[in-house]
């Protein structure tokens, strides 16, 4: 064995000392070194570092003149850095750096393995040729087999005659891969991950599927420009579709998406989007156009613009965000797939914001104008646009002398809108907020005393119904929020908790301002829910300031594991205790008498990682019904296995049924299938059935359906979904979704891609095949 010099990186570890044979027996084995992390062993090593590194070369005879030739006959190994060459003989000149061997030659460099019958290479340039080769390569774990494999460099080659597959091989002397690429040359490029082959076809379970005279695809996860593949589908909607997307990797932090489709019975239509990514600013822009629709007679068009920037100043930070959305008609949303388009809800917002922040103090000047794509059959009372809107806040981090707490806030907005569908004035609303607290916090528990003051003032472009075109409002409004916290340890079905009782009690007061004739611009009721319970104003927005003279009162118990604090389960109750009607309402709603809210009832079970249940009841003690109702469950046993369901009642407005799943069909036969880990699947030959139904009680119908089954072939994956989504009150949209996935090669779809719909639509859906970390070279070491 000869070694040309010391190797202080990849060299294979000395081999222990051979044992005395007069050391005493009975002598304790010396204390191993704990492992240490060393820069030594490095994933990519530099190029100056690489062509400093020694060579090491091993055999069964070694001879040949030093620094000129060395010839290993028997079990011949030559190594460098992370370069391995294995062959029965093996000739290395050391003037060119060239490796001449033949002979079950093997050669592993970073993980990536070839082997075949006769190599020719310059180590450090990796430059040569290889004949009748067999190569696998890491990152995909794709193989294949050629004739001859030309290395142009450390990162690139040329294999000729060549077959390229993810399916592993077996040890059946039959075997055959179920999809393989066949191809006159494929050029490989590691450093972009990329492969390109020329003269290909691609070949499934033995039968030519598609002919590529040129075709790239990835070597790894990374992305690539090139054309993605093709979709073709049909639908209700648009009859025989094919879109053709061109993917261009512009920068690693720029990209592009050019689509191009044709409709059978609308005509063709053009888009594209563009990302970018930068330390301070970051965007995307998109946009689609179809000239001459056939089916609305029309040309239609539609854009979106998201961009978030911040920069920091000597005087504080700026900030920009922009979210633009327009379309080209009423009818978008229901034309455009939910699915795969953006832009086809009815409110599109047209929202721009300038911020400006420093320490406690923010300033917000912004301008947001809607588009309302109406529906003769439900139309909608557009919200007011905001131009512009100028928003000032103060919130000290600090607290003032004695623990006191204050927070100042101010606001104009000039609201515009359509005076014919919103039937009331447009105006300029200013408002001025002001609030100081005191807190008590203690690990027992707390009470906060608050004190607000609200002053808001009107102009209007029209009179009001007495006349007025100006408005005044002052209110003050006090709270005092309590709570307490007991603990104990408890013991339920042989686990061990820590049981907690939470009381709480929250009493507000705002007195009564007559308020019937403001216009709401921005003003809502607020949802009823154990957040809101225990706030100072029954609506959202500034149009309206309920007078409470309430306490609300509520208790929740919860169970946590001792020792990782998790919550196991939680319990809640809470009630508003009316001391004087509630006189200030929306239009069209009578004023709140009742002494007894309804009762709000809430549950939440985690017992185990698998199982979940969160539930809130609405409870009205006088009619003995409930209100509104939300039950939701999740069981999730493992990676792939997963059942949601949840049922949401209000009365009088609806009441839907939603289940979602994705699950191996195998399991009923007995097959339960493999641990692999997320992004793996459980093994070849496995069936998998995903979906989601929305189903409404109150109509007797499905709203929403998506339906499918997955096949794991091992190397490659069959998905057929059948999607209808509700696009109106009356319409729907039905498609029928197919794609078959090569792995680590590419993926052919019939119709828009299954993935995007059972991605959006299944809670806690799992793809079969995604790469969750980069395999290290040292994973397959020699």
């Known amino acids: 064995m000869a070694a040309l010099a010391q190797n202080t990186t990849d060299a294979p570890p000395p081999s222990p000392p051979a044992p005395s044979a007069s050391a005493p027996s009975a002598a304790p084995a010396p204390a191993l070194a704990p492992l240490r992390a060393t820069g030594l062993l490095q994933e990519t090593i530099p190029d100056a570092q690489r062509a400093q590194m020694p060579t090491f070369v091993f055999g069964d005879r070694i001879e040949g003149q030093a620094d000129v030739r060395t010839v290993i006959e028997g079990n011949a190994e030559l190594r460098r850095a992370d370069t391995v060459i294995r062959a029965q003989r093996m000739e290395y000149l050391v ?115 598609l002919p590529f005279p040129y075709i790239s695809f990835p070597l790894s996860e990374k992305r690539k420009s090139g054309l993605l593949p093709p979709t073709i589908g049909v639908d209700s909607l648009n009859g025989l579709e094919y879109a053709q997307p061109y993917y261009w990797n512009i920068a690693p932090n ?140 103060y919130t000290p981090t600090q607290s003032l002398g004695g623990g006191l707490e204050t927070r100042l806030e101010a606001d104009t907005t000039r609201f515009r809108a359509q005076r014919s569908l919103t039937g ?19 690990p027992a528990g707390f009470i906060t005393p608050r004190l607000q003051l609200h002053a808001t003032q009107y102009q209007f472009d029209g009179p009001l119904a007495d006349g007025r075109r100006s408005a005044s409002r002052v209110l003050p409004t006090f709270s005092l929020d309590s709570g307490l916290v007991f603990e104990r340890e408890a013991s339920y079905l042989g686990r061990s908790f820590v049981q907690t009782l939470e009381p709480r009690a929250f009493y507000t007061y705002t007195p009564f301002r007559d308020q019937r004739l403001l216009p709401l611009y921005d003003t809502a009721a607020n949802d009823f829910n154990f957040t809101t319970i225990y706030t100072e104003n029954a609506f959202g927005g500034h149009d309206r300031l309920a007078d409470n003279n309430l306490l609300t009162l509520g208790v929740t118990s919860r169970l946590l594991d001792p020792t990782t604090g998790a919550e196991a389960a939680r319990f809640g109750v809470a009630q508003r205790l009316r001391f004087s009607d509630q006189d200030v309402t929306l239009p069209g709603s009578a004023p709140l008498d009742e002494r007894l809210s309804d009762l709000l009832l809430g549950a939440g079970l985690q017992w185990t990682p698998q ?45 839907q049924i939603d289940i979602g799943w994705q699950w191996p069909l195998n399991d009923l036969w007995g097959d339960k299938g493999q641990e692999l880990g997320a992004g793996r699947g459980q093994g070849g030959g496995r069936w998998y059935s995903v979906g989601r139904l929305n189903y409404s009680l109150q109509d007797r119908k499905l709203v929403d359906t998506v339906v499918g089954l997955e ?27 197919f794609q078959l996935e090569f792995v680590g090669f590419s993926r052919l779809s019939l119709g828009a891609s299954p993935l995007a719909s059972l991605k959006q639509n299944i809670p806690r859906y799992q793809y079969l095949r995604e790469q969750v970390s980069t395999p290290s070279r040292f994973s397959n070491y020699d």
């Open 254 to 393: 720029r990209d592009a998406t050019l689509r191009a489709a044709i409709r059978a019975k609308r005509g063709v239509s053009a888009g594209g989007e563009f990302r970018y990514l930068e330390p301070t600013y970051r965007g995307q822009l998109s946009a689609d156009v179809m000239p001459s629709d056939r089916l609305r007679g029309h040309d239609r068009w539609s854009y979106a613009v998201q961009h978030q920037a911040t920069v920091q100043t000597g005087m504080g930070g700026l900030g920009l965000n922009l979210n633009l959305n327009r379309v080209s008609d009423d009818n978008y949303w229901r034309d455009f797939s939910r699915a795969g388009q953006q832009l086809t809800q009815r409110l599109l917002p047209g929202d721009a914001t300038l911020s400006w922040g420093q320490g406690d103090m923010a300033l917000q000047l912004r301008t947001l104008k809607w588009q309302t794509l109406q529906d003769t059959s439900a139309p909608i009372v557009p919200p007011y646009d905001r131009l512009p809107q100028l928003h000032w806040r």
């Open 611 to 655: 199982w979940g249940l969160d539930s809130t009841v609405q409870y009205n003690p006088k009619t003995g019904r409930s209100i509104r109702s939300t039950i939701g469950a999740r069981y999730s046993p493992g990676n792939y296995r997963t059942v949601n369901a949840a049922y949401r009642l209000q009365r009088g407005t609806s009441e």
């Open 95 to 209: 003037e060119g750096d060239l490796a001449k061997a033949q002979g079950q030659v093997r050669i592993n460099r970073a993980g990536n393995v070839y082997e075949g019958k006769e190599l020719e290479l310059r180590v450090n340039a990796f430059e040569g040729f290889f004949t009748d080769v067999q190569y696998q390569f890491l990152r995909n774990a794709a193989h294949g087999d050629s004739t001859r494999v030309d290395f142009i460099d450390r990162d690139r080659a040329v294999v000729h005659n060549a077959t390229y597959t993810t399916c592993q091989r077996t040890d059946e002397a039959s075997w055959q891969p179920d999809w393989v690429l066949r191809a006159k040359t494929i050029h490989l490029d590691m450093a972009e991950e990329v492969g390109t082959a020329e003269g290909a076809v691609l070949e499934f379970k033995g039968v030519p599927l």
């Open 424 to 442: 009331q004035p447009n105006a300029t609303r200013s408002y001025a907020l002001a609030q100081i607290s005191r807190p008590y916090l203690a």
């Open 711 to 737: 096949y794991d072939g091992c190397c490659w994956i069959g998905r057929v979904v059948l999607e209808r989504l509700q696009s109106s009150v009356t319409t729907s949209n039905t498609r029928l979704l």
